[in-house]
């Protein structure tokens, strides 16, 4: 039955937003612990710990999220654990994230001149020292413009957890246009909202990355 | 924990799963080659010193690069009937794709049209090559050579994205994956089964486009 849509409406998708947003912060702070350790193990000096997060990340940027997402999701159900959808998706954007994460800040711990390393030795400093006090300070510098880019990858990916029914921006649209069919004043809601939210950050990362370039 | 895998359902239907994975090759390359045209326009448009030209395709790169694929598809699949646009699922999931890769995929041609140098062009008519040659070697082959791993990664990402459009029921991989899981309730083993797919397909398509560039630019000399 169609109905006209309403104020009602407007409140409903706007409200979702908040379950966008702590999505993306739960799979942005999940995904940065988690890709922090992936990106360790990527520069380690033991062989099958490089190798191993080296498939870790080809997997995860190798298969679809969605694919992601519907693998936990179902795959939980058969094995008798009801996660529910919200668990599910942040779940598995969470390891999503981290396989991100884990490849832009190896690349950020790379970029550090191998003189960093050999002057923090010299002076003494065991491996995990010369991380710690040397080498992640700096790379941490380099890491922040595309992290913060990262974040708008995050933001825009938590609206697949709407095709496994877990209410945020994106399903609460299809809520609304499934019982009003104004499809073009929701969904241009819908992409207005994360507009919003995504566009100021991209252009601080933008305007982070200008300002690191020019030192 | 005593789940038993079965994964004969799942091979017995292998033949809507290669279907499926069939149509979703078909519709990376459809949607990557209408889209690099799109980008070669747009990245001339943003060359063409015309400032609201310029600002308009900024605007729609802006305006894609943040908004989800899936709310694009959404807009494109259901929005666009009610101004009269009605488009098959195929369809509208290509027209899709196409809005959503060439906002990427301008900024790349942009930037290796850009990495051509002025020089070089005088340089070759110098050397008494014709303006075709000089329009084949010169900047064609160079620019191409520049822009060819960020296009292939590109391409990637694209094979991948596809999936999203199972939403609006493509028949694309995953959208035929949710089909046998809801006849045969095999939804571990189907979505192994995808995931392994997806990422063969991934793997298989860095490896060729990694086998033709060493074929296609083994002149001018990469420096």
């Known amino acids: 039955m169609l109905r006209p849509i309403g104020i009602g409406d407007f409140i409903f998708i706007l409200l979702a937003v908040r379950w966008t947003i702590a999505l993306s912060l739960m799979a942005f702070l999940g995904g940065g612990v988690v890709g922090l350790g992936v990106a360790l193990a990527r520069v380690s000096r033991r062989r099958w710990v490089r190798s191993a997060s080296a498939w870790f990340i080809r997997v995860?940027?190798?298969?679809?999220?969605?694919?992601?997402?519907?693998?936990?999701?179902?795959?939980?159900?058969?094995?008798?654990?009801?996660?529910?959808?919200?668990?599910?998706?942040?779940?598995?954007?969470?390891?999503?994230?981290?396989?991100?994460?884990?490849?832009?800040?190896?690349?950020?711990?790379?970029?550090?001149?191998?003189?960093?390393?050999?002057?923090?030795?010299?002076?003494?400093?065991?491996?995990?020292?010369?991380?710690?006090?040397?080498?992640?300070?700096?790379?941490?510098?380099?890491?922040?413009?595309?992290?913060?880019?990262?974040?708008?990858?995050?933001?825009?990916?938590?609206?697949?957890a709407a095709l496994i029914g877990f209410v945020e921006l994106s399903r609460a649209g299809q809520i609304v246009n499934n019982s009003t069919y104004d499809p073009m004043l929701v969904f241009g809601t819908v992409g207005a909202l994360y507009f919003a939210l995504c566009w100021p950050i991209s252009r601080l990362s933008a305007r982070l990355e200008r300002r690191l370039a020019a030192g | 924990m005593s789940y038993q895998f079965d994964f004969s359902p799942v091979f017995d239907a292998w033949e809507s799963l290669a279907m499926g994975a069939w149509l979703t090759i078909r519709l990376a390359a459809i949607s990557m080659a209408i889209g690099l045209v799109v980008s070669v326009l747009l990245a001339f448009g943003k060359l063409s010193g015309i400032a609201w030209l310029r600002r308009a395709i900024d605007a729609y790169i802006e305006l894609i690069r943040n908004t989800p694929l899936l709310v694009q598809i959404f807009f494109v699949y259901f929005g666009l009937p009610a101004i009269g646009i009605r488009l098959r699922p195929d369809t509208a999931a290509v027209v899709a794709l196409v809005i959503n890769a060439a906002a990427?995929?301008?900024?790349?041609?942009?930037?290796?049209?850009?990495?051509?140098?002025?020089?070089?062009?005088?340089?070759?008519?110098?050397?008494?090559?014709?303006?075709?040659?000089?329009?084949?070697?010169?900047?064609?082959?160079?620019?191409f050579r520049a822009v060819y791993p960020s296009i292939t990664t590109q391409f990637n990402v694209l094979l991948l994205s596809t999936s999203i459009v199972s939403a609006i029921a493509a028949n694309e991989l995953t959208h035929e994956a949710e089909y046998i899981n809801s006849i045969t309730f095999r939804s571990f083993e189907i979505y192994i089964v995808v995931a392994v797919i997806y990422f063969a397909m991934s793997l298989g398509f860095s490896a060729i486009f990694a086998a033709m560039q060493s074929r296609l630019f083994t002149w001018p000399d990469a420096h």
């Open chain 2, 104 to 143: 990427y995929t301008t900024e790349i041609i942009r930037a290796g049209i850009e990495s051509v140098h002025r020089g070089q062009l005088e340089a070759g008519t110098a050397l008494g090559l014709t303006r075709v040659q000089v329009f084949r070697l010169i900047v064609l082959k160079p620019a």
């Open chain 1, 60 to 160: 995860i940027q190798g298969t679809p999220l969605l694919t992601q997402i519907f693998l936990v999701f179902f795959g939980a159900a058969m094995l008798g654990w009801d996660i529910g959808a919200m668990l599910a998706a942040a779940a598995c954007l969470t390891i999503n994230t981290a396989g991100f994460l884990g490849e832009i800040w190896r690349g950020c711990i790379e970029a550090i001149p191998a003189g960093q390393w050999q002057a923090a030795e010299a002076l003494g400093l065991r491996r995990m020292q010369v991380l710690r006090h040397v080498v992640l300070p700096q790379a941490a510098r380099l890491s922040i413009p595309p992290t913060v880019g990262c974040l708008v990858h995050v933001i825009k990916g938590t609206s697949l």
